[in-house]
């Protein structure tokens, strides 16, 4: 892989009587150990291109010729975070560190030098240290939808679950979203029960916020989705419909 071979996505925005700006194109995937003010910004590699799959098994027995285009994106209270929609400025938002890989565009503070980074210990999913670092001025973030946590869901689901999946989108602090956090287990338990014993079926959550950012605002609540392979996702209201729907897929097995 050549130096210059994402050029594609290294863009150079014009506006009339201004100067250029470089721009790095690629996907957000937050950050790795939640450490305020760094995300990392993946752009391309050798293995899969421009498009990164939700998982990539480690790496670490053939990397002598994997290469990778990434960055450590450092922002601060003066960056400006802009939803690429609107316009609209946002403040220290939380899809910054889903892990839903979101299009993000990062328009650096001072002169930009596009480096592929080489002699890495792992797949960049697996390993984001050492990394060229880039101090942001700009970021411009896609917008999401709720149609990108089921595509998240229904990507990374199945490798663990092959009957199914259910997601709880709970409201914060509700006496709900309590329940649910202290029975969540007994709640596994109950699916693989009443699916026939077999430890096929699974359920999660994420919070209010974090459900929010990744699906733009789009979550009605509460909302229990139910993920089975081949199928739309449904929606309940409560999790004993989800129980029982769950009984009567067993039923018709």
Known sequence: MKKGWASVLLLLLTACGEEEQDVITGYNLGSHVLEHGKITVFVEDNEFGTELPPHVTSMTANMEEYEVEAYTVVYNEDTEIIDSETGERMEDPPNLFTPVS???????????????????????????????????????LEPLSLEDIHAYVEETAWDHFTDGFVLALLEDGTQEAIDFAT???????????????????????????????????????????????????????????????????????
């Open 102 to 140: 979101q299009q993000i565009h990062v328009v650096p503070e001072e002169g930009f030098e596009q480096i592929v980074s080489t002699n890495r210990d792992n797949h960049i999913l697996h390993d984001r240290t050492l990394l060229p670092a880039v101090r942001a001025e700009r970021i411009e």
């Open 183 to 253: 029975r969540q287990q007994t709640y596994h338990e109950e699916l693989r029960e009443i699916s026939g014993g077999r430890d096929r079926w699974s359920i999660g959550s994420f919070g209010e916020s974090y459900a929010d950012a990744m699906s733009g605002g789009e979550v009605e609540f509460p909302s229990y989705f139910i993920y089975q392979e081949g199928e739309e996702p449904v929606r309940k209201e409560s999790i004993d419909e989800v129980m029982a729907l769950v009984e009567e897929a067993g039923r018709t097995e």
